[in-house]
């Protein structure tokens, strides 16, 4: 913190991918009341990010440049604003940064107190940066629209879950948290990770380059209540033949073609649903998928980890889409 100074990495229009960033010199950021300055240790990728830079989300999430990209961190507090009640300097936490301004990619960041949680010391950096935007949302997928109870009660109906794409870094989390409920898991992803999903609790994996797999088929017979739709490319087409009367495609990435099909499915009264997910981060949820990891009942699975000076890398690894599990920078 030379000067007040950080190295930081930011983009300055959309568009240019890795290429894109430029390491920069920028001031270290003043907390706000309400907001901690944290140290950062480590930050996590998601595909929301290079999404964001493309201009994939310009209707949803513009940005204002020059933007420092990426939300999902894990530091120690340096500062706090006048108003934070429950964290001091020294504590070590996981938070999400706010998705207009960003930040995670430099050496130090600013975070709302209402979305940091302790971090325990069970947790390391990349464990705890890779929960918050991919742990959220495969929690808010099932416990919402899917309506799994993560109870480990295995009483009542068993629901049947899709979850496609499930090697990435929302997938990973889904397979893992499903299995908390009473659930039975068809999984897809590449051939080289079926055993690996499997091992996760998947009962049925599928490989999404076979003819079985690309039709989504279970294996079983199995009609889907719900399926966590983490991929991306899959017409409702595929999806509704598989689906149970009421089944739902809950689609973590929502893009034109969901917003229609879904407004289409509404206005025809269909049982069968897609259903847009949009994140609502919230600490509470943070803290039980933070418990859970503590506790050994969840893993974060690490791709690979990335020195901030080599972000491009970590950027090029995240949009090529074939990473198992999260991509992680540390400055």
């Given amino acids: 913190m030379a000067g007040n100074l950080m190295h930081a990495v930011q983009y300055e229009s959309y ?19 309400s907001e901690v300055l944290l140290k950062l240790e480590a930050t996590s990728l998601n595909p ?4 964001v830079q493309k201009g994939l989300l310009r209707p949803f999430l513009p940005r204002k440049f020059p933007h420092i990209p990426a939300t999902d961190v894990a530091g120690e507090i340096l500062k706090v604003g006048a108003d934070v009640k429950n964290f001091k300097p020294g504590d070590k936490v996981v938070a999400m940064l706010s998705h207009t301004e960003g930040g995670g ?26 929960l918050p935007v991919a742990g959220l949302t495969a929690h808010q997928a099932l416990t919402g629209p899917a309506g799994v109870k993560l109870d480990g009660n295995k009483d009542g109906s068993q629901k049947n879950i899709l979850i496609t794409a499930a090697s990435g870094g929302v997938g990973l989390y889904a397979v893992q948290l499903a299995k908390l409920g009473n659930t039975h898991i068809t999984a897809t992803c590449g051939a080289r990770n079926l055993n690996f999903v499997k091992s996760l609790g998947a009962d049925e ?25 983490c991929a991306m490319g899959i017409p409702w087409s595929t999806f509704e033949p598989n689906l149970s009367d009421t089944g739902k495609v809950i689609d ?50 690490i791709d690979s980890v990335h ?12 949009i090529d889409g074939h990473a198992t599990g999260k991509v992680i920078v540390e400055p």
Avoid at 307 to 318: G, I, M, V, Y
């Fill in 15 to 33: 568009g240019g991918g890795a290429a894109g960033l430029k390491h920069v010199e920028v001031p270290v950021p003043t907390p706000k009341n």
């Fill in 48 to 51: 929301v990010d290079w999404k």
């Fill in 105 to 130: 990619l430099a050496e130090f960041g600013v975070a709302k107190e209402s979305l940091t949680v302790a971090r325990p010391s069970e947790l390391s950096a990349p464990e705890a940066a890779g």
């Fill in 205 to 229: 994996v599928l490989d999404y380059k076979t003819p079985e797999g690309a039709a989504l088929r279970s294996p079983s017979g199995k009609k889907y209540d719900a399926v966590i739709h």
């Fill in 252 to 301: 973590i990435t929502p893009g034109p073609r969901a917003m229609w099909t879904f407004a289409l499915k509404k206005l025809t009264l269909s049982k069968k649903q897609l259903v847009p997910l949009l994140l609502i981060p919230k600490a509470e949820n943070l803290e039980f998928l933070v418990r859970l990891v503590k506790e050994g009942r969840l893993k974060t699975y």
């Fill in 307 to 318: 020195p901030l000076s080599k972000a491009e890398d970590a950027w090029a690894k995240s």
